[in-house]
């Protein structure tokens, strides 16, 4: 049963809030002079559009090793290929590259030249999602603000391997091979800018160390973490989205106040072995309990502030600011306890 209160969400933030930097340029004066130029420095097996003409495309072409990059190009698109190797050679003359995109190739960790990356000193994104890695590559150049690595078969994170990347706002770690054992108390150290870390499954059994403290964006679904540790929030006071579902969280495993954080705004739990709605704070909008174990509901118990108060205050006091809450999948019947509209008067949708 949906019960809408009213007729839309708010949406806060969107899913790429992390990214800092525009990645498109528009070429309106171009001159057609140009064109031949152009297409005289472009690869064979790659277009060159004219209209865009720091850009070089050089996907689903079936390449297996990199061509030639001309100096001009910025952004490099070379995705949906069989290449194995990433060498020094093709970069020989692109010294201001700012975004390659190598996802869906064939790239190893032994395919990767000694050094080849930390060279390109001007690069901003590099997506290496869907090869064959084995570790996290390394020396990475030290002004990236992205890099993603997702599907992988990455085990291993070298020690330093983000230690110089001061910029970089985004890491992508998502369904690899982590364990417990790959995250030291120092592997993120360095990571100062860091907004989003995206640990999803993967083959944790504990919460990561040390978690750089400007994240805003943590996601580690589809683990086993079964306990969060007493205060652990307190070490990245700005995470504002949480997302621990398809895990083994119990209500033994969660201490009093391990939610009731003023950061959280979006707090995913679903799939996972809860019993009752865990105390969370006022500020939390969007809560997540879907797929549980949770039998019922009780709104005295769960509203962050006591309700007689909140009477009091009416609209301009501390009311809770919960928007969204889901619990089906449950064990819970309805109808929706009126205490819990009561408490939360700023919901726009239960689903139960």
Known sequence: ???????????????????????????????????????????QECFCPPSFPNALYCDNKGLKEIPPIPARIWYLYLQNNQIEKISEKPFANATHLRWINLNKN??????????????LKRLLYLFLEDNELDEVPAPLPVGLEQLRLARNKISKIPEGAFSHLENLTMLDLHQNSLLDSALQSDTFQG???????NIAKNSLKKMPLSIPANTLQLFLDNNSIE????????????????????????????PPNGFNVSSILDLQLSHNQLTKIP????HLEHLHLDHNKIKSVNGTQICPVSIALEEDYGYYGNIPRLRYLRLDGNEIQPP???????????????VI
Not at 1 to 6: A, D, E, F, P
Not at 10 to 29: E, G, I, K
């Open 227 to 254: 306990v969060i540790p007493e205060n652990y929030f307190s070490a990245i006071p700005k995470v504002t989205f949480l997302r621990l579902n398809y895990n083994k969280l119990s209500d033994d495993g969660i």
């Open 106 to 119: 064939k790239i190893t960790n032994s395919g990767i030249e000694s050094g080849v990356l930390s060279k």
């Open 336 to 350: 929706i306890p009126l205490d819990i509209m009561i408490c939360f008067r700023l919901l726009q949708a239960v």
């Open 191 to 197: 990571l100062n800018n860091l907004m989003q870390l």
């Open 279 to 282: 105390p969370i704070n006022a």
């Open 1 to 43: 049963m949906i019960l809408k209160v009213c007729t839309s969400l708010l949406l806060l933030f969107s899913v790429n809030s992390a990214w800092t930097r525009t990645v498109r340029q528009v070429y309106d004066d171009l001159d057609p002079g140009h064109w031949s130029h152009y297409t005289s420095e472009c690869p």
